[in-house]
C-alpha cells in the first residue's frame, strides 16, 4: 500500500489544520493506520491510530482532546483533524499503515512496515 499525506502548512497558535492521508495499492481496509510526527533532531512521536474499520482510536496524551483521526474506507482516506495548535506541534507529520487483526490499534513505530512521505506543520506564536 501506498501513502501520501498533505494538508500541512504554516499556521498562528490556536489555528486548526486538518491533514489527509491518500492511500493506494492493496485494499485499504486490511490496514490499521498511523499518524506520527518528528521534529528537527528528534525520533518519531506517535500521535494517533486508528484500528481497519475505524471504530477503535488511540491517542498520545498530547493529542487527546485536540486531535482526531478518523478514515473513509470507501474513499481510501485517512484524516487527523487538528484543533488548538500550539508551537510544539510543529513537526512533519506522517502517515503509517501496518497489517493488523480486524479490532486492533498500533501504536509503535516499529509495527508500522509502510508509510508515507510527509507534510510539514509549523505553527507560529
Known amino acids: 500500500v501506498q501513502l501520501q499525506a498533505s494538508g500541512g502548512g504554516l499556521v498562528q497558535a490556536g489555528d486548526s489544520l486538518r491533514l489527509s492521508c491518500t492511500t493506494s495499492?492493496?485494499?485499504?481496509?486490511?490496514?490499521?493506520v498511523g499518524w506520527f510526527r518528528q521534529a528537527p533532531g528528534k525520533e518519531y512521536d506517535f500521535i494517533a491510530a486508528i484500528s481497519r474499520a475505524g471504530t477503535i482510536t488511540r491517542y498520545a496524551d498530547f493529542a487527546k482532546g485536540r486531535f482526531t483521526i478518523s478514515r473513509d474506507n470507501a474513499k481510501n482516506m485517512v484524516y487527523l483533524q487538528m484543533n488548538g495548535l500550539k508551537r510544539e506541534d510543529t513537526a512533519l507529520y506522517f502517515c503509517a499503515a501496518a497489517v493488523a487483526e480486524t479490532g486492533m490499534v498500533v501504536t509503535t513505530v516499529e509495527r508500522y512496515g509502510y508509510w508515507g512521505q510527509g507534510t510539514q506543520v509549523t505553527v507560529s506564536s
Open positions: 495499492g492493496r485494499t485499504f481496509s486490511d490496514y490499521a
